[in-house]
């Protein structure tokens, strides 16, 4: 088995501050990277509190009647964290740890990623608290629909588009956008992204965020004069990000050395046919048994020495304990918050070259912004155009952030939130207060 990198959750000295810190705590780690972009654009006070602070944080009771006949009642959020920019966007995940601590983290998240890649989208995230594995299907849908319900006030083209996340995918979608449209009373698709293609779902948008990962590693590994055909990666997760990513780097004539997910990591210098490896993953909904490779640690995957490393999987697997073993030149943080607060200085020390999550993710609620657009026009494209939109939005993102990073010599993390900052605060100047 692959062993769980997640740090457990503990207090730990934080880098730049002498309170104590929780190195796994999302909220904190969002906000000691924007206390850090804040300061160096130089927030005005009253700006910095106002972007410090959700817009709206809802918090839902929802009854659901089992098959037995027996009411649970499950606890759901919404938070809107800031829509300055334009309407509301965010998945919506069921899962046990759902806090509203972290959908508030997730939807601040959401709004420096939005903004890093320029697209007219404030941040929000939603969750419900249940366990999805122990639900049937009947069971979810009801859940599904009277969450939907608790929070339809909200919701809107306009105002609120969710979109899947952990444990939430098409088919939730569609419920969503079913209850919503019975509701106003008429269909509204562009009311959630990531629906099926059938029902104005946009093609490409499933590879998306592996493609954007993609493309801006090729980007990175041009800015560090690395050639791409031989470059070797290690990739953490062989989900929906990792494989695509895996896929589309073996394409581009990298060399993918290293994959994993929660069962099996596999080593295998020669570089493994990443095509051959999906067939396997398809047939057997798992890496355990792909007989391709030898089979190394979760730890060690992530310390190879590698050109690119790609976490593609969960939060918190790069940490103090482990940053300064890492040996690849490139981190493509395909995966949200793989990386600690607390690591980053570790990273920058060896001259890591780190993508930051919220561009090199952006590539899915990219797609999900042209599926909202598509949605809105009633007009298709095809996916060789949203291909090329998406690579033009994330090449050009990343040069901006590039940019940024020379001019104030910083990392590209700090660089990130700085422009994403400065979009957000330049919007709030120009709208003002209203009193
Ligand atoms: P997924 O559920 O499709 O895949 C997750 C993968 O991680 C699986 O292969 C799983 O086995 C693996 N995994 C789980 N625990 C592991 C462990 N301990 N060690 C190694 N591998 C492990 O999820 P996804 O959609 O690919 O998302 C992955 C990450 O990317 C998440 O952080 C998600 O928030 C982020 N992300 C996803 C999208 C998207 O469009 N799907 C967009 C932005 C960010």
């Known amino acids: 088995m ?27 780690a969002m906000m000691l990277r924007f206390d850090k972009a804040a300061e160096l654009l130089d927030l005005e006070p009253g700006l910095y509190r106002v972007l410090r602070h959700p817009e709206k944080q809802i918090i839902v009771s929802i009854p659901v009647m089992k098959d037995n006949g027996e009411v649970e009642v499950f606890t759901g959020y919404r938070v809107l964290y800031n829509t300055s920019r334009g309407p509301a966007k965010g998945g919506i995940r069921f899962d046990m740890q759902v806090t509203l601590e972290e959908v508030t983290a997730l939807a601040a998240w959401m709004t420096w990623k939005c903004a890093v890649v320029n697209i007219p989208f404030g941040g929000a995230k939603g969750g419900v608290a249940c366990d999805p594995r122990s639900m049937s299907a009947s069971e979810l849908e009801r859940m599904t629909r009277r969450y939907t319900a608790a929070i339809i006030q909200t919701l809107g083209p306009d105002s609120d588009v969710p979109a899947p996340d952990v444990n939430t995918n098409e088919r939730v979608m569609a419920w969503i956008m079913d209850t919503y449209s019975m509701h106003v009373g008429h269909t509204t698709t562009a009311v959630v992204t990531g629906k099926p293609v059938e029902m104005g779902g946009s093609l490409g948008r499933r590879e998306a965020t592996g493609r954007g990962c993609m493309i801006v590693t090729k980007e990175a590994l041009a800015h560090l004069g690395m050639p791409v055909e031989g470059t070797t990666v290690a990739i953490q997760g062989f989900g929906n990000v990792g494989s695509v990513a895996a896929l589309l780097l073996h394409q581009e004539g990298c060399k993918v050395v290293a994959i994993g997910d ?47 490393l790609l976490p593609a999987a969960l939060e918190n697997v790069i940490t103090t304990r482990n940053a300064a073993s890492i040996r690849a030149r490139i981190i493509c943080e395909g995966a949200n918050g793989p990386t600690t607060a607390a690591a980053d200085s570790i990273l920058d020390e060896a001259d890591v070259f780190v993508i930051p999550d919220i561009l090199a993710n952006a590539g899915g609620v990219t797609v999900s912004y042209f599926e909202w657009v598509q949605d809105r026009g009633g007009y298709f494209w095809t996916e060789r155009l949203v291909n090329d939109r998406l690579r033009d939005i994330m090449v050009n993102s990343f040069n901006d952030v590039l940019t940024l990073a020379r001019q104030h010599r910083v990392n590209m993390r700090t660089a990130a939130y700085m422009l994403a900052i400065s979009r957000v605060a330049t919007v709030h100047r120009l709208r003002g207060i209203y009193a």
């Open 2 to 28: 692959a062993t769980d990198l997640r740090v457990p959750t503990h207090s730990i000295v934080g880098p730049d501050k002498d309170t104590f810190l929780d190195e796994a705590n999302p909220f904190e």
């Open 262 to 308: 929660r069962s099996r990591c596999i080593h295998n210098s020669k570089g493994i046919d990443i095509e051959d490896a999906i067939a396997w993953h398809a047939r057997h909904r798992t890496l355990d048994g792909y007989p391709n490779g030898e089979i190394i640690s979760g730890s060690d995957l992530l310390t190879l020495d590698v050109d690119v």
